[in-house]
């Protein structure tokens, strides 16, 4: 449908040629909606505004599916296959017509079928493809989808209820976990989990119940309960898709599985753990879909990307990245390697784990339990004739010292460390054991981050702050200036919490001389930010500040995730 789109839009005069050129070039090399990468070259405001143009000119109607509320029932009568892959919801019925959201109001096959199979006359609307697969999320894949399953366990299921004093033998747990529907049941839950963009999956066991929940934008959200009583059976079914031993239950396990959804392949991790009335099962999804490796998309701001970017383009010395666990570290650092990624640069990594896998990229998993630590790998990089090397994380003086050395050496490293902001992070190499000599010539740039959750743009409002809330931002005049706060209301797009997607927020410390001449100097972590913030730093306070004058994130989010003095 792009190229039709394209050519009915240029015709009448809403965008221009070289704008469709461009839009039809990313749908081709990027695989971009058509809508979004006409919004992205500026061509149209929003999806709603495109679809409103084509309803108009097919002289249907367009549908705006955040704001109404479907009947589940209604929606279901197109089967799940048919509505995803030709993005066709379900909206009303009215006697023997059904209005149908589409995307792609002229393909008339998918509206015979439709008609075929539901014996109903078809009237569609158009609604944007984004729009449409929200809804398809939310009304096929909800808690009731899984409450569903769990129904038809209990009907088809011969398995036998494990009382609590009970210890299912090995070869019950083996016949258990065969039964198709319980196979299937954890199959939708890892399935689903990876439709809405989890980034976990949570199996918790408690007395009377088992809790499943998903880790989305950095938020637990609760899923269907499961009954107890298939506690032992659903544990080990995870743990023979993980290749773990599943007669063992009192000592903690780690595997992985790697399954194939929608035609790519994504990595789980799996995490076993016994606890007092069952073993917790922690998945973590590695899914190369969901990792977002542009850096310009990562949440920069432009004056900082350019200080980054220019950073990761010397010939040597080191970049360390800090913060804690959880605030996409590692996908900074991946997000670099992949922009200096070349044939003629040998590019060695050493991680604990290996989360994504990347061409061109020689990566290296840390087993410290059998030797091979940060420090053991970086000694052993020297003498693969690296250009680049990236170290996981620097957890102690051997591993600084070796990194360091390696950046004086010819070669550009970068690494993580565990700090609260960038300018601490200098002192804390020198703690660890690395003279601050080498600590001044080899450090290149530091960078602090923390992700944010962002408002859902579907449903956000503009608040008014009061003077407390503006004087507890503890920011400059300069960044007060022009001070908006927005929130979200809670709409279907959002699943009514008003959040949807996350950003970064960055502290970018490039070393000047003047800051080399603190750290010969001894000067503590104050002082060094004082410099830092004259140079024209921007403090992690700050640059969330600037992300919710942009309507981004919300005031809320910036007192939860920063603090005055960062």
Known sequence: MSSELSAMLVKAGKITPEQAEKALAMVKEKGENFEQALIKVGAADSEDDIAKFIGKHLK??????????????????????????????????????LLVAISDPNNIYVLDAIKFITGCTVQPVISPEKAIEKAIETYYTNADGLSELVRGLEEDSDLEVVSDEETPSESDLLSQIQDKPLVKLVDSIIADAIRIGASDIHFEMYEKRIRVRYRVDGDLREMAPLPFKYRAAIVSRIKIMAELDISERRLPQDGRIKIKIAGRTVDLR???????????????????????????????????????????????????????????????????????????????????????????????????????????????????????????????????EIAIRAALTGHLVFSTLHTNDAPSSINRLIDMGVPHYLV??????????????????????????????????????????????????????????G?????????????????????????????????????GMYSLRMAAVDKMKQGIVSIDEVFSVTSAGS
């Open 60 to 97: 249907i109607g367009a549908l705006r599916l955040s704001d109404v509320e479907l009947n589940p029932d209604i929606v279901k009568l197109i089967p799940l296959d048919i509505a995803r892959k030709f993005k066709v919801v379900a909206v009303s019925k009215l006697n023997k017509t």
């Open 270 to 400: 799996v995490s076993v753990l016994p606890t007092i009335f069952g073993e917790k099962v922690v998945m973590r999804i590695l899914d190369p879909m969901a990792l977002m490796v542009d850096m310009t998309k990562l949440g920069f701001r432009e004056d900082d990307l350019k200080k980054f970017n220019e950073k990761i383009h010397l010939p040597y010395g080191i970049i360390l990245v800090t913060g804690p666990t959880g605030s996409g570290k590692t996908t900074t650092l991946y997000s670099a390697l992949k922009q200096i990624n070349t044939v003629d640069v040998n590019i060695m990594t050493a991680e604990d784990p290996v989360e994504f896998n990347f061409d061109g990229i020689n990566q290296v998993a840390v087993k410290s339990d059998i030797g091979m630590t940060f420090a053991a790998s970086l000694r052993s990089f020297l003498r693969q004739d690296p250009d680049i090397i990236m170290v996981g994380e620097i957890r102690d003086g051997e591993t600084a």
């Open 440 to 497: 001044a010539s080899a450090t290149k740039m530091i960078m602090a981050q923390r992700m944010m959750r962002k408002i859902c743009q579907s449903c956000k409002e503009e608040v008014n702050l009061t003077q407390e809330q503006v004087e507890s931002l503890g920011v400059t005049k300069d960044i007060l200036r022009n001070i908006r706060a927005f929130r979200g209301v809670g709409c279907s797009d959002c699943n009514d919490t």
């Open 499 to 535: 959040m949807s997607g996350r950003t970064g927020i960055y502290e970018v410390m490039p070393i000047t001389s003047e800051m080399e001449a603190h750290i010969l100097s001894r000067s503590t972590d104050t002082e060094i930010r004082e410099t830092a913030l004259k140079q």
